[in-house]
């Protein structure tokens, strides 16, 4: 039998369509509004699902924890969720889109009260800081606590980066410097639109440089400076690693090997090298003949004519001369 993800993983009727929708998909009741919420049922299915990841079904879980990803960064991004609800069939009565601040929504939580608020806002001014840093540093709520409300004043998705894997295919098209430089970490690609995480409202340069270097446009999340830094080094660190391992077998492969020293009449000599060697050939012939002769001539006959017969001497240079010559001609002279 089949596996049914939806069904065996995540306990999605089989009554409800494949694809099932975003709400289906992430256990929430339809139109549920509260990004709190919707984070969480994220957050415990990406739990539940990555105890298939190192398994049997290692691919089937990847694809289903990228859809939960995707799913949970479209309904909470106001702008999208309203697009897909509309879709679905809900209808809005016109209203102003009042964001809360990061004030407004650390007091609403009860994590700061009005009065720290107002401190944080004058530490700020101070020092020259963000408000997310303020209370950050007044220790006042933690750096993701306060990114996600910094995240809901921008009216944009907050994400955390340990619950998300980076596309390795795009990380491959933003070198490590770039990301580092600007704070942004590209994720994967969603409906043709590149999701980058950013610790803050990105540039217009850093926009159009992702968009260049990947080809198509860019979508916004945001998560902390620290959390970004971690992933930049954590998941380049693995790019490479990988990309050193891959080509470390096709430079073993590709490796040229040890140069012989081509010997004399090899191929590799140059004309010059040939003509010259072919010379020293022929002046050491000569010497084949003429020494054996010399030695006949003039040493031999007074040092062995007492003990050996008179003929002696007249032969020794028809025996050595041949073999000189042949061993010259086959040294210079032979092609090899």
């Known amino acids: 039998m089949a596996l049914d993800v939806y069904k065996d993983w995540l306990g999605i009727s089989e009554e409800i369509p494949r694809p099932p929708d975003l709400y289906s998909l992430l256990r929430l009741s339809r139109f549920e509004d509260e990004a ?3 984070r969480a049922h994220y957050k415990k299915l990406n739990a539940h699902v990555r105890k298939y990841a190192t398994g049997t079904y290692q691919l089937e879980s990847q694809e289903l924890l990228n859809e939960l990803a995707k799913g949970m960064l479209c309904l909470t991004d106001p702008e999208r969720k309203r697009e897909y609800d ?15 601040t990061i004030s407004q929504t650390l007091v609403r939580r009860g994590i700061a009260t009005r009065e720290q608020m107002t401190e944080a806002k004058d530490f700020a001014e101070k020092r020259g800081l963000s408000i997310r840093d303020a209370v950050v540093q007044m220790k006042l709520t933690d750096a993701e606590t306060a990114t996600e409300a910094l995240a809901g004043e921008l009216g944009l998705p907050y994400v955390d980066l340990e619950q998300l894997i980076p596309d390795d295919s ?15 970490l590209p994720l994967f690609v969603d409906d043709d639109m590149l999701l980058v995480a950013c610790v803050d409202e990105p540039t217009h340069e850093i926009e159009d440089e992702l968009r260049l270097r990947v080809g198509v446009s860019m979508r916004r999340v945001i998560a902390s400076p620290l959390a970004i830094n971690q992933a930049i080094a954590k998941y380049y660190a693995g790019l490479e690693a990988g990309a050193s391992d891959k080509a470390e077998p096709e430079a073993k492969k590709t490796k040229e090997p040890r140069k012989k020293t081509p010997r004399a009449g090899e191929a590799g000599e140059d004309f010059a090298e040939t003509h010259q060697r072919k010379q020293l050939g022929i002046i050491l012939m000569c010497w084949s003949i003429a020494l054996p002769v010399v030695l006949d001539i003039w040493v031999v006959p007074g040092t062995v004519t ?16 041949p073999v000189a010559l042949f061993l010259v001609w086959s040294r210079f002279f032979r092609k090899r």
């Not at 795009?170 to 942004?184: E, F, G, H, T, Y």
């Not at 002696?312 to 050595?320: A, G, K």
Request: net charge positive.
């Open 36 to 38: 709190d919420k919707i």
């Open 306 to 321: 007492r003990i050996m017969p008179a003929w002696f001497p007249y032969v020794v240079s028809p025996l050595v001369s």
């Open 170 to 184: 795009i990380l491959a098209k933003v070198p490590r410097n770039v990301a580092r430089r600007n704070s942004v």
């Open 86 to 100: 509309e879709g679905l069939g809900r209808t809005f009565e016109d209203e102003d889109d009042v964001r809360p």
